[in-house]
């Protein structure tokens, strides 16, 4: 499965960004999926995640209150709307799919796509 991350820019403090997963094969709508971030010199950071019915959305704390995670199967997208930015939040982010929403958030994926930059501005 081939996943590309869009989205991304710049924004200020407090401001708004939505990011979408599209993939390119119509079995990326049985998947869990899993949004992840990686600041300049730090370690790949679990997101959030969504089952691949919606049904189940499971976000760390972090961005919990902030960010809200949902898909589209019939678009092939998940999207990652994030509000209330903060410069801490700056970073690469990038999606990948895996079996459950579980093994996402402890880091468990099988594909993942190439990022997109959000930096945050104070």
């Known amino acids: 499965v081939q996943l590309q991350a869009s989205g991304g820019g710049l924004v200020q403090v407090g401001g708004s960004l939505r990011l979408s997963c599209t993939a390119s094969e119509r079995t990326f709508s049985s998947y869990a999926v899993g949004w992840f971030r990686q600041a300049q010199g730090k370690e790949r950071e679990f997101v959030a995640t969504i089952s691949w019915n919606g049904g189940n959305t499971y976000y760390a704390n972090s961005v919990k209150g902030r960010c809200i995670i949902s898909r589209d199967n019939a678009e092939n997208t998940v999207y990652l709307q994030m509000n209330n930015l903060k410069p801490e939040d700056t970073a690469v982010y990038y999606c990948?799919?895996?079996?459950?929403?579980?093994?996402?958030?402890?880091?468990?994926?099988?594909?993942r796509g190439k990022g997109t930059q959000v930096t945050v501005s104070s």
């Open positions: 990948a799919t895996g079996v459950s929403t579980l093994i996402i958030s402890r880091g468990g994926v099988e594909y």
